[in-house]
């Protein structure tokens, strides 16, 4: 079948599977935004109010599904809006193909409207990207991103298409039948790109020698981050953790990867961690860790994290062991893998694991780590971030599906919602990206038409993305969003409180916009609450009529997220 270039790139992604894009029209994609239009029937594309937002909402579908997101741009400022998102999914590893378009081949390289190297500005943060320069190659480049995004450990491509691409004639031959000329080194590289993700990368004297540390193990910790829930490993978590009988903390990538409810749950870990998995992790003697980067966020000083304990650490990317922490055994591979294998081992061996069965110590040491919790304002004000997120994550039950900006709500949102299952949390961690929030909610419930979804937010980061209740609106997509108004960007005040003594250079927020009529000038039933009635009010209308909704919660201006570890210190020793 001979189809245009655009033609092709539509066929392609329906046969890998896509069923929405998000994205924003432009002149270098016009034949492929016209192919859109004749194909609405098979896929969906939903417009937004600005292309960074596009990335963030493919972003939101993939992080609540494991699928692919997929996000379209044009050329030039179209497509430079596009980066943001893209380093937000990469530092997050979070699968997506961007698409954009470019100038067609005889303007390249020569500045002209609306040209930009998109190739070269997203190179840092992508995985892979390809310049499409030929229509018989488009195919097998989609199918290969695909491939790419997914393989390993997972995260952002971008496919950079020239426009006369787009609009030139090509023959498509559906997945598996492809022979010939260019397209065939595509084929083959992705199919090597899929042998090599399925290839076993440790041995059995990898496992041995792991089991072996965990069996001589007096006071074991699993510290475990997104990579547990990106290899579908949440099951093999829980397992193992129960069947070596040692606490656990997880990222703030993980949450929900270990219901939060569970008894061998210490909370999340790191700057504004629990002292419970603070405390554990530089009290113990085996620091397990699965899935998770060491970031600064999580160890604050390296150089004596984990001080006591040799270091056991499963990743699927080699990079990452040894990278931040010296790990005393490393093995690379699918955490699912390895713990089925791990699993296997100790189950074969039989017996006790180690002394470990006799030091109800630990464990008792745990217990009265959770008893020590910071210092709460909960009764003091008249709406305190704790009591919002406990009765909205009541009302919403554990279908819920809570996004976040970034800030302080952000942490009282990890610290106090019910995480019960993974894919259900969804924030940026590593770029810390504010205006993630409203856009990975219209992912997410595009995503997931049939449960809750949240979006938690501050005034600051609500700033930055409000243009999309238009896109809200305009696609009926119900999410609920509710403002932590506190008048300022809280978290960058709470530095300024602690270490600047007081000195709040451009933080205070002071000026327009009323959240309440911006809201209802899109469309948006909007509240405002000031005091716990005032927002359990709120809530039960907000949450029924399937409709959109905003609640501007006003908040304390100098309520702090504690427990906090001051940059420089020692994870362990936190403010409370």
């Not at 599904?65 to 497509?79: D, E, N, Q, R």
């Not at 072996?212 to 579908?232: C, L, N, Q, T």
């Not at 085996?286 to 000083?301: E, K, N, Q, Y």
Request: glycine share 10%; with cysteine; charged share 20%.
């Amino acid at each position: 079948m001979e189809y245009s270039g655009a033609r092709i790139l539509i066929e392609t992604l329906i046969e890998q599977g896509v069923d929405t894009v998000f994205g924003y029209p432009g002149g270098s994609v016009l034949f492929i935004y016209d192919e859109l239009y004749k194909h609405s029937d098979r896929i969906r594309h939903i417009l937004v109010s600005h292309e960074q937002h596009a990335a963030h909402a493919a972003d939101g579908y993939a992080r609540s599904t494991g699928k692919t997101g997929v996000c379209i741009a044009t050329s030039g400022p179209g497509a430079t809006n596009l980066v943001t998102g893209i380093a937000t999914a990469y530092m997050d590893s979070v699968p997506l193909v961007a698409i954009t378009g470019n100038v067609a081949t005889n303007l390249l390289g020569k500045d002209s409207f609306q040209e930009v190297d998109i190739a070269g500005i997203t190179m840092p943060v992508v995985k892979h990207n390809w310049i499409v320069k030929d229509t018989a190659e488009l195919a097998e480049v989609v199918r290969e991103a695909f491939i790419v995004a997914n393989s390993g450990r997972p995260g952002p491509v971008l496919i950079d298409i020239l426009k006369d691409i787009t609009s030139n004639t090509a023959e498509w031959t559906p997945a598996g039948a492809s022979t010939g000329n260019g397209a065939e080194g595509a084929a083959g590289r992705a199919r090597r790109l899929l042998e090599r993700s399925a290839r076993r990368t440790f041995s059995g004297a990898d496992i041995e020698r792991a089991v072996m540390m965990i069996r001589e193990a007096k006071h074991p910790f699993i510290y475990a981050g997104g990579g547990v829930v990106s290899s579908d490993a949440c099951d093999e978590l829980k397992n193992f953790a129960e069947r070596v009988n040692a606490p656990v903390a997880l990222t703030l990538m993980a949450l929900g990867a270990l219901d939060s409810g569970h008894p061998l749950y210490t909370g999340m870990i790191g700057m504004h961690g629990t002292v419970a998995s603070n405390k554990a992790v530089q009290k113990s003697d085996l620091l397990i860790t699965i899935g998770a980067r060491f970031s600064d966020r999580v160890t604050s000083r390296t150089d004596i994290f984990a001080k006591n304990a040799k270091v056991l650490q499963f990743d699927i990317d080699p990079a990452e062991i040894n990278k931040n922490v010296r790990a005393s055994f490393g093995i690379t591979g699918n955490v699912k893998l390895i713990l089925r294998q791990i699993m296997e081992a100790l189950s074969a061996g039989g017996g006790p694991l180690g002394a470990r069965e006799t030091a109800d110590s630990w464990h008792e040491d745990i217990a009265l780590w959770k008893t020590q919790i910071p210092k709460s304002h909960h009764r003091e004000t008249k709406l305190h971030p704790r009591f919002i997120i406990e009765e909205t994550g009541k009302r919403l039950g554990p279908e819920s599906i809570a996004v976040t900006d970034v800030g302080q709500h952000q942490m009282w949102v990890a610290q106090f919602y019910p995480h019960k299952r993974p894919r259900a949390f969804l924030s940026s961690g590593g770029l810390g990206t504010m205006g993630f929030g409203l856009g990975a909610a219209i992912g997410a419930k595009t995503a997931n038409p049939d449960r809750p979804v949240v979006l938690m937010t501050g005034d600051g980061s609500f700033r930055m993305n409000c243009a999309e209740l238009s896109t809200v609106v305009a696609y009926n997509i119900p999410v609920l969003v509710i403002v932590f108004n506190n008048g300022t960007l809280g978290m960058v005040r709470q530095w300024q409180n602690l270490f600047y003594d007081g000195r709040y250079s451009e933080t205070t927020l002071d000026r327009p916009p009323d959240f309440v009529k911006l809201a209802e000038a899109y469309g948006v039933r909007a509240y405002r609450a000031t005091d716990e009635n005032g927002f359990t009010t709120a809530l039960e209308a907000a949450v029924t009529g399937g409709k959109s909704a905003l609640i501007d919660s006003v908040i304390d201006i100098d309520e702090m997220v504690l427990p906090m570890v001051p940059g420089g210190s020692p994870v362990d020793e936190q403010l409370l």
